[in-house]
């Protein structure tokens, strides 16, 4: 348990009312394409105001969908439901709490005239987050925890909150999820609250979750990953071309990257206008988190992460599908320039076909 003492319980629990201000709506956003520690942090956020204002009507919601089969098992089973923000009604009045992202981070659906309440979360400020975060009543940014889960749990275990078997188990999911159970990217603290919710989880019902069945789809972009998938020295890659769910992305990157002999991998795809790109790393010491910052804020787009873990996107409105395509490829060249050092980097080979396609052309759909 984390040590509290009364005078931090009383301070964390007043802190948070007075963000809240007396509020009888707390609309909790995580960010777009909500992941597991998105969702659990969102239910812990939900369980502690639940708490300290019984008045207060909680409810959580998220830009984008969920895409990936784990997230939408486990979305099931959550102690509170999550809902698209399209679907929140009568936004007057509402206060928000952002839960794994930041203000004007890029990547939530905060409306733009709003100044959150309370933002919990544990990527790295960036720039365009600064201003809004200033006039945050409540924000706690712990950029060494590896999952924003553990923070929030934190805060039920300090304000003694009852953690349910489903909370417990979202809680889990949210953190081994986050950090290939405490492999990657996780700290002590991480590992600290792991223990201790360990004993409430449904392990069946997690299970379920982390093997969960999955759509013919799933085996579709599979294999257009695999096809697509190329390599230069210890980079693996795959350019996915346009996809219909973006969660894709991260999850061929994992899948990749579980070559024996890669210490990088990087995945981009295109979806809404959107050049999108995930980075995941081997070494616990990649700054995968800058890398991906490096590559894509010099050609204007939005990027943050972790040592291992990163991901970013690029605007392409107005560029013609010839233009994205070259783009494409281009920031390909040049992260495996950046992490190789290599100048002239002639050829990426593919994984397993006889020659690579290119997805701008065919993509199989
Ligand atoms: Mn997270």
């Known amino acids: 348990m984390k040590d509290c003492n009364d005078e931090m319980i009383a301070d964390l629990g007043q802190r948070l009312l007075t963000a809240l201000n007396g509020s009888s ?42 895409g990936r089969s784990e997230n939408r098992t486990m979305m099931r089973f959550l102690p509170y439901k999550a809902v698209p923000f399209g679907r929140i009604r009568g936004r007057d009045g509402v206060v928000y709490a952002l839960v794994d992202t930041q203000p ?12 959150p309440a309370i933002v919990i979360d544990h990527h790295p400020r ?21 999952s924003c889960t553990t923070i929030v749990t934190e805060y039920m275990q300090c304000l003694k909150v009852p953690i349910s078997s489903s909370l417990a188990t979202a809680l889990v999911y949210g953190i081994i999820s ?11 603290q991480d590992r600290k609250v792991y223990n201790e919710l360990v004993p409430l989880v449904n392990m069946r019902r997690l299970s379920q979750i982390e093997f969960s069945r999955r ?9 257009a990953a695999v096809d697509n998938a190329f390599y230069y020295r210890q980079i693996i890659g795959s350019r996915l071309g346009p996809i219909k769910n973006p969660d894709v992305v991260a999850e ?20 809404k206008g959107k050049l999108i790109i995930s980075l995941r790393a081997a070494g616990h010491r990649a700054r ?40 494409d490829l281009s920031l390909i060249i040049d992260f495996i320039r950046q992490v190789t050092g ?11 076909s006889d020659k690579l396609k290119d997805p701008w052309v065919d993509n199989g759909e």
Request: proline share 4%; glycine share 10%; with cysteine.
């Open 25 to 66: 709506r707390l609309v909790i956003l995580t960010h777009n394409n909500p992941d597991p520690d998105a969702f659990a942090s969102a239910c812990g956020l939900a369980a502690v105001i639940g708490l300290l204002d019984p008045e207060c009507r909680v409810q959580i919601a998220y830009g984008g969908i969920v």
């Open 104 to 115: 004007n981070a890029g990547n939530n659906v905060l409306p733009k005239d709003k100044i």
């Open 126 to 146: 960036k720039r365009t987050t600064r201003t809004l975060l200033h006039e945050t009543p409540f924000v706690d940014i712990r950029t060494g925890y590896g």
């Open 178 to 188: 986050e950090t290939q159970h405490l492999g990657r990217d996780a700290s002590l």
């Open 215 to 223: 759509p013919r789809e799933h085996f579709i972009h599979t294999r």
């Open 252 to 271: 061929v990157a994992d899948f990749l990257l579980l070559h024996e002999r890669m210490s990088w991998s990087i995945v981009t795809a295109f979806y």
């Open 288 to 327: 995968a988190g800058n890398v991906v910052r490096e590559l894509l804020e010099r050609n204007g787009g939005t990027a943050g992460g972790h040592n291992q873990v990163a991901g970013g996107q690029l605007d392409c409105q107005g560029m013609s599908v010839k233009e994205i395509a070259k783009l």
């Open 342 to 352: 290599v100048e002239n980097v002639k050829m990426i080979k593919p994984l397993v």
